[in-house]
């Protein structure tokens, strides 16, 4: 069974940085797409960044562009944030397409993802 397991949150001033961690244990797919997501109270999911495990391309929300990076290396997806900001705060999830192939769009639509990770806190105080 695939399982994603988030670390690296915690608090942090703002103006700092934080990297997350979505280790992907027990997936046996040759391709997938790896998605950041976050969530505040009261607020709707938004999605943060995606990556395509097989060739490695990334796309970025607005929020995110110019201040986070998203990487990986083998089985572990990062997420490297910069520059943070009070409205940065919230739980962040990552999650796995598995129908995702290198080559094609990837989806930034959280029902297309079908794994997702137990979420890891994110708090920027100002």
């Known amino acids: 069974e695939v399982q994603l397991v988030e670390s690296g949150g915690g608090l942090v001033q703002a103006g700092g940085s934080l990297r997350l961690s979505c280790a992907v244990h027990?997936?046996?797919?040759?391709?997938?797409?790896i998605g950041w997501w976050r969530q505040a109270p009261g607020k709707e999911r938004e999605g943060v960044s995606w990556?395509?495990?097989?060739?490695?391309k990334a796309i970025y929300a607005n929020s995110a562009k110019g201040r986070f990076t998203i990487s990986s290396d083998r089985d572990t997806v990062f997420l490297q944030m910069n520059s943070l900001k009070p409205e940065d705060t919230a739980v962040y999830y990552c999650?796995?397409?598995?129908?995702?192939?290198?080559?094609?769009?990837?989806?930034?639509?959280?029902?297309?993802?079908?794994?997702w990770g137990q979420g890891t806190q994110v708090t920027v105080s100002s």
């Open positions: 999650a796995l397409d598995q129908f995702h192939r290198s080559g094609f769009s990837m989806s930034t639509v959280h029902t297309r993802y079908d794994y």
């Open positions: 027990g997936s046996t797919f040759d391709d997938y797409a």
């Open positions: 990556i395509s495990y097989g060739d490695g």
